[in-house]
């Protein structure tokens, strides 16, 4: 034994997807990084980080729990986002939403463009 571990080869703990749509006249671009037990999703338009949430399921109640991290707290769009993700994914999501609009079927948009993708990258969230 010369002293040096030798360290079973792991899946990597991260993992980084790049994704775009549009969303009416708009171009939207998403950054999902896939963690060990958790998924980090960025929306936006042009490079900021003006919002943070974080959600996460509880087996006290069906609908996920929700946290504002970063940005205006009365605007709730990266909140409500990260726990329809929850719920669906069943881990522990942080969504930064970064555009302006924030109209109800302009997110759903946005949200159905979310799941398109991870229904054909299954692996990247």
């Known amino acids: 034994h010369n002293g040096l571990i030798v360290l079973e080869s792991a899946?990597?703990?991260?993992?980084?997807?790049?994704?775009?749509?549009?969303?009416?006249e708009q171009l939207v671009h998403f950054h999902a990084m896939r963690l060990r037990d958790s998924?980090?999703?960025w929306v936006g338009a042009e490079?900021?980080?003006?919002s943070l949430a974080v959600a996460m399921?509880?087996?006290?109640d069906s609908i996920p729990v929700s946290t504002s991290l970063l940005g205006d707290a009365s605007d709730t769009?990266?909140?409500?986002?990260?726990?329809?993700?929850?719920?669906?994914?069943?881990k522990?999501?942080?969504v930064s939403y970064n555009l302006q609009n924030t109209d109800r079927s302009f997110?759903?948009?946005?949200?159905?463009?979310?799941?398109?993708e991870m229904m054909a990258f299954p692996e990247k969230f």
């Open 77 to 90: 769009t990266s909140n409500s986002l990260a726990q329809r993700l929850a719920r669906k994914t069943k």
């Open 47 to 50: 490079p900021a980080l003006r």
């Open 57 to 60: 399921c509880s087996p006290h």
């Open 107 to 116: 997110i759903l948009h946005i949200e159905n463009r979310i799941k398109e």
């Open 39 to 41: 998924l980090f999703l």
């Open 92 to 94: 522990q999501i942080f």
């Open 11 to 24: 899946p990597a703990g991260i993992s980084l997807h790049n994704f775009c749509g549009r969303a009416g």
